[in-house]
């Protein structure tokens, strides 16, 4: 009930690929679901985040689609560049002040 | 700049020896977190703050204790470490309030037990 299912684990796209990362969720109780851009050796960084009542959101090239019917939501980065090359994490909370994170994606955008 | 600071940036210890991580903020946020982060796995929650309102996470070990002595600092405590208590560990806050108030990272400690 708790947890937040992502796919792919991985993903290599070329420059300007459209990479697409999915995220699902069982808790209806989730109201708030960000993602998390992380470089290597560095802490998580929040990149765009989505509340349920809207079905699209959109931060320059990042653009985060949501079915609410589905429990699912879904990260598009638009134009990809090398230096989005990353792992992206999916998260949920419920207003607790906590969040549970998807089990991650590494992406790679080749040059 | 920096809003979430954590000292050290790596720490080693050997098997059994206590370690304590420090996490401080310039944010003033009320709410402050511990993550504990294996390789190529999602933060897991070990514990987080309201104010002084401490809040353990069901499957956190007994091993690991926190102190928040004020707004600005929190420690983590690792009284006796294993091997598998090696990780990256991440401080974080945020401000309360607003569920979309966002949630700042620090850039990690890692730490690696001999």
């Known amino acids: 009930q708790q947890q937040v299912k992502q796919s792919p684990q991985s993903l290599i796209v070329q420059k300007g690929g459209i990479p697409i990362i999915n995220c699902a969720y069982e808790?209806?109780?989730?109201?708030?679901f960000p993602w998390y851009q992380q470089f290597p050796g560095k802490g998580p960084a929040l990149l765009i985040a989505?509340?349920?009542?809207?079905s699209e959101k959109k931060e320059g090239r990042f653009t985060i689609s949501f079915n609410k019917s589905a429990k699912q939501f879904s990260l598009h980065i638009m134009d990809s560049q090398p230096g989005d090359s990353a792992t992206y994490f999916c998260a949920a909370s419920s207003g607790t002040y906590k969040y549970i994170f998807g089990t991650g994606t590494r992406l790679k955008v080749l040059a | 700049d920096a809003m979430v600071i954590q000292n050290p940036r790596y720490q080693v210890t050997q098997f059994g020896k206590p370690v304590t991580l420090s996490c401080s903020q310039t944010l003033n946020h009320n709410v402050m977190y511990w993550y504990q982060q294996k390789s190529s796995q999602a933060p897991k929650l070990l514990f987080h703050?309201?104010?002084?309102?401490?809040?353990n996470e069901a499957d956190t070990p007994d091993n690991f204790q926190s102190r928040r002595p004020n707004t600005s600092f929190c420690f983590l405590d690792i009284r006796s470490p294993g091997l598998g208590d090696a990780a990256m560990y991440l401080c974080?806050?945020?401000?309360?309030?607003?569920?979309?108030?966002?949630?700042?990272f620090g850039p990690g400690t890692r730490l690696t037990v001999l």
């Open positions: 974080a806050t945020r401000e309360a309030g607003g569920i979309d108030n966002e949630q700042f």
């Open positions: 703050y309201y104010d002084k309102d401490f809040n």
């Open positions: 808790n209806t109780a989730f109201d708030y």
């Open positions: 989505i509340r349920p009542d809207v």
